[in-house]
């Protein structure tokens, strides 16, 4: 009988790697990149899914095949952990070290390697599911990570085409079958069921203000939500959906001119299908993780009728919405600090700094700044009984800990008032997918609260004005020149440079700057905004000249 390496081997020629001046980097998207390059790196990313259910006690691990918002032609895969969080972050530099071995052999030595160094049985059972988006190149890639599973004796279950929500659901749900803290019903169906009960449950005496228009990137959420709508009892919650840009049979279509992705950085509307005037639109992206609301509003001249809402505002929304039920509840009344439920937001530097100050002066709740990447938001999202966190580009989440669950279950309420906003928070703990930002679960979020508020786009958005800014990317000649520091607002390298930042931030009112090297190209991004957008365009423009200068 051949061994653990000799199987690993066999299998390892027929799925070659690829080899790259600069070796492959596991990140937040795992491993993404033109999908011709991935299939030996999906073969290496499946022997370390078996490593990883090994490590945690025979678990189920997830594996998810996409790209996201990237175009048609590219491709990615990443492990999803048995809660279904994203991969460990310890294990993100276990994942480069297989995937980087230069030969076959190598590879299984560096397999076994792993297992020693962990402490891992290669005898006991590993259980791998997974998925993958719409793209042709799934079909390929989902071979080779079989062929992987199949050389490590690993157990596993292929959900076929998801969205990226949807096998982190699969993953926790499966993972908490039959205990107390079920996750819900280990089955697709079941992720649509949890969320229609929850929505209703939402709604109830509640009514969704005209037709929502949904564009979905032509990409896995247009089926998925077209199946979702399905759940939804008519008799109890009337919600008019339209879905637009579902064109999964032209894989070209994918992300082209239309998305989450393409609304945010284009800031206008996607082309097709025509946006009607004055009706409520929001886009996904094309693995259904993002969301980006917006509408055409004639009267906001000033904002050249395109308005848009993205992460910043779902975060703002989300958060206030909370706060309020949360009053309501009558769960911030403890005279003792230490049994209040502390809810906080978490951003990134790219947040607008008008959704920072709404925050903390008008909703008085602490905001934490992380670094740029959905692990590290989540992970600050941690601390808080409710932490909801969101990245500008419409990515993110609520998160309840056991503490804030428990509180809602056992609270005894005094009122109808107060029951009737008891419910609604344990309602949203089941509407909110916690394992990851889910666009189809974030877009219910967003309806359960404008029905609740009775208030229209319009209203949303006058909340607070976002100030101008600018994002801009300029290349350089070694990206690892720049290094950061404070969650990725300030470069602590070169020496010198962040001071000449500073002198050009002073001279604009209510301005900010800042410049982070790119994830994936030798470039800078560089941000900045300012009180008016002549001003935020400018500063951009001298911050990128300053970056420019210091990268030749």
Not at 431 to 447: F, H, K, R, Y
Request: net charge negative; glycine share 6%; hydrophobic share 40%.
């Amino acid at each position: 009988m051949a061994t653990h390496e000799e199987q690993i081997i066999a299998a390892s020629a027929k799925h070659p790697i690829v080899p790259v001046e600069n070796g492959y980097q596991y990140g937040t998207a795992g491993f993404r990149m033109k999908a011709d390059l991935l299939d030996g790196i999906t073969f290496r990313v499946g022997l370390l899914a078996s490593l990883r259910s090994r490590k945690v006690d025979s678990q189920t691990v997830g594996v998810m095949i996409t790209a996201s918002h990237n175009p048609a032609q590219d491709n990615g895969v990443k492990i999803v952990d048995p809660t279904g969080d994203m991969l460990e972050q310890s294990w993100e530099k276990f994942a480069t070290q297989l995937v980087n071995a230069k030969s076959d052999q190598e590879l299984a030595q560096r397999y076994t390697a792993l297992a020693k160094e962990n402490k891992i049985d290669l005898d006991v059972p590993a259980r791998v599911i997974y998925g993958r988006d719409t793209r042709p190149s799934g079909h390929t890639l989902v071979a080779a990570l079989n062929a992987a599973l199949d050389a490590t004796n690993t157990t596993y279950v292929d959900y076929k085409i998801l969205t990226t929500p949807q096998l982190h659901y699969l993953v926790r749900a499966t993972n908490t079958e039959g205990r107390p803290d079920s996750y819900g019903e280990v089955s697709e169906a079941g992720y649509y069921k949890k969320l229609s009960d929850a929505f209703v449950r939402c709604m109830k005496h509640k009514k969704v203000d005209g037709p929502l228009v949904v564009d979905c990137a032509n990409g896995v959420g247009g089926p998925k939500l077209s199946e979702f709508l399905k759940y939804i009892p008519k008799d109890k919650v009337d919600f008019d959906v339209q879905v637009v840009n579902d064109n999964i049979i032209r894989p070209e279509l994918l992300n082209l001119d239309c998305g989450a992705d393409f609304v945010k950085t284009k800031q206008r509307a996607p082309p097709v299908p025509k946006p009607e005037v004055g009706v409520r639109h929001c886009s996904l992206d094309g693995d259904a993780d993002r969301l980006i609301y917006w509408w055409l509003d004639p009267e906001l001249a000033e904002r050249g009728g395109f308005v848009m809402l993205d992460g910043d505002r779902i975060s703002t929304l989300a958060a206030q919405f909370i706060k309020d039920l949360m009053d309501r509840a009558g769960l911030n009344k403890q005279e003792d600090d230490r049994q209040k439920l502390r809810i906080g937001v978490v951003q990134t530097a790219y947040a607008n700094g008008a959704s920072t100050k709404h925050i903390k002066q008008y909703l008085k709740l602490p905001v934490v700044c992380t670094p740029t990447g959905v692990k590290h938001l989540h992970h600050a999202a941690r601390d808080f009984d409710i932490g909801v966190y969101f990245e500008a580009n419409g990515h993110g989440t609520v998160l309840f800990s056991h503490q804030a669950l428990s509180t809602f279950k056992d609270t005894q309420p005094q009122s109808p008032a107060q029951k009737d906003a008891l419910d609604t928070l344990l309602a949203l703990s089941d509407l909110i997918n916690q394992t990851v930002g889910d666009a189809i679960s974030d877009m219910l979020l967003v309806e359960v609260i404008l029905a609740h508020k009775v208030w229209s786009l319009r209203d949303w958005v006058m909340t607070y004005s976002d100030l101008p800014n600018r994002l801009f990317r300029v290349e350089v000649a070694n990206k690892d020149l720049f290094r950061t520091t404070d969650a990725e607002r300030r470069l602590s390298h070169p020496e010198g440079c962040q001071q000449e930042i500073d002198i050009e931030v002073k001279k604009y009112t209510d301005a900010r700057a800042f410049a982070r090297a790119s994830g994936t190209e030798n470039a800078m991004r560089v941000y900045a905004e300012a009180a008016t957008r002549m001003e935020a365009d400018e500063l951009c423009d001298r911050v990128a000249h300053i970056i420019h200068r210091w990268g030749a």
